[in-house]
């Protein structure tokens, strides 16, 4: 059953928690990108292209947190309308009407057309037709990006207050080669998983070398840090020292799914079977710790 701890948690079109099914653990995951509900808002582009970024399956893919005693935090809408895993200073400046009249910081993501809101829908295509107003920009960080990071933010919390330590997983997919967006440059082959620690300052090396060998050992290639080692919830919300443990992990979308349809392939199940095997391994290894 449920953990108390836990209460059920769904805002339309903006976020959805999933309680634990089991006796919770000191692990909390979350998909902060799998959202495919589009807002209604102003773009020159087709809803399959606001869509297009999306990491479509990856709630399901990594639907078996529950079971293990973890909650799982999922964004409703696309990334591209608003990226979860950007700081709220990752404005780009140049989208703005008028001056923004917030902080912001130099942002490679930013630079590239994928900040807080994106210029792009993908590739070169711009999202939009006209500069977006200040107000509007402010209403989807009040609307989208404070609900969820204050959700993520308690879950954490509130794990961390009941077992002294919190282990957190956020889960994406990428695209089987790199793309005119990325920070990898364009046509570069991906290994099957890319697993992020923020450069070390994220993790207990332990925890990440987990990860690592349990993927490895069934099969899969896999790189750390290269070309994503984790963006914002990764990097905002933890303090190895203190016991609080973020990673990020990318699947491959090639394993799963068809890029251009977006239609599961003849590997989807295999993978999601496997990825619950990795989360029985995290199990076992935040409730062994001393």
Same mark, same amino acid.
Request: charged residues 25%.
């Given at each position: 059953?449920?953990?108390?701890?836990?209460?059920?948690?769904?805002?339309?079109?903006?976020?959805?928690?999933?309680?634990?099914?089991?006796?919770?653990?000191?692990?909390?995951?979350?998909?902060?990108?799998? !959202?495919?509900?589009?807002?209604?808002?102003?773009?020159?582009?087709?809803?399959?292209?606001?869509?297009?970024?999306?990491?479509?399956?990856?709630?399901?893919?990594?639907?078996?947190?529950?079971?293990? !005693?973890?909650?799982?935090?999922?964004?409703?809408?696309?990334?591209?309308?608003?990226?979860?895993?950007?700081?709220?200073?990752?404005?780009?400046?140049?989208?703005?009407?008028?001056?923004?009249?917030?902080?912001?910081?130099?942002?490679?993501?930013?630079?590239?057309?994928?900040?807080?809101?994106?210029?792009?829908?993908? !590739?070169?295509?711009?999202?939009?037709?006209?500069?977006?107003?200040?107000?509007?920009?402010?209403?989807?960080?009040?609307?989208?990006?404070?609900?969820?990071?204050?959700?993520?933010?308690?879950?954490?919390?509130?794990?961390?207050?009941?077992?002294?330590?919190?282990?957190?997983?956020?889960?994406?997919?990428?695209?089987?080669?790199?793309?005119?967006?990325?920070?990898?440059?364009? !046509?570069?082959?991906?290994?099957?998983?890319?697993?992020?620690?923020?450069?070390?300052?994220?993790?207990?090396?332990?925890?990440?070398?987990?990860?690592?060998?349990?993927?490895?050992?069934?099969?899969?290639?896999?790189?750390?840090?290269?070309?994503?080692?984790?963006?914002?919830?990764?990097?905002?919300?933890?303090?190895?020292?203190?016991?609080?443990?973020?990673?990020?992990?990318?699947?491959?979308?090639?394993?799963?799914?068809?890029?251009?349809?977006?239609?599961?392939?003849?590997?989807?199940?295999?993978?999601?079977?496997?990825?619950?095997?990795?989360?029985?391994?995290?199990?076992?290894?935040?409730?062994?710790?001393?």
């Amino acid at each position: 059953m449920s953990d108390p701890l836990f209460a059920a948690v769904e805002i339309d079109g903006v976020l959805k928690i999933i309680p634990p099914t089991a006796p919770a653990v000191p692990l909390v995951f979350d998909s902060p990108h799998s !959202g495919l509900t589009i807002p209604d808002f102003e773009r020159t582009v087709s809803d399959e292209l606001v869509r297009v970024a999306a990491d479509t399956y990856v709630d399901d893919l990594f639907g078996f947190a529950p079971s293990i !005693g973890a909650p799982l935090l999922i964004a409703l809408f696309p990334r591209s309308f608003l990226d979860l895993n950007r700081s709220v200073r990752d404005v780009d400046v140049e989208m703005i009407e008028g001056e923004w009249p917030h902080p912001t910081r130099d942002s490679a993501a930013a630079r590239r057309g994928m900040g807080l809101a994106w210029r792009y829908a993908w !590739g070169d295509t711009p999202m939009y037709g006209r500069k977006l107003t200040v107000e509007e920009l402010e209403k989807r960080v009040e609307t989208y990006w404070r609900p969820y990071h204050r959700e993520i933010v308690r879950l954490l919390d509130e794990t961390y207050a009941t077992f002294g330590k919190v282990y957190h997983v956020n889960c994406h997919s990428m695209p089987a080669i790199g793309h005119v967006l990325s920070p990898d440059p364009p !046509g570069t082959v991906r290994k099957d998983v890319v697993v992020g620690d923020y450069d070390g300052q994220s993790s207990e090396p332990d925890f990440v070398n987990l990860v690592i060998e349990t993927l490895e050992g069934l099969g899969y290639s896999v790189s750390l840090n290269v070309p994503f080692r984790g963006a914002e919830l990764v990097s905002a919300y933890s303090a190895p020292s203190n016991k609080r443990h973020s990673i990020q992990i990318e699947l491959n979308r090639k394993l799963y799914m068809d890029e251009d349809t977006r239609e599961k392939n003849a590997g989807y199940a295999e993978l999601k079977a496997n990825l619950a095997l990795l989360g029985t391994r995290l199990r076992e290894y935040v409730t062994t710790l001393a």
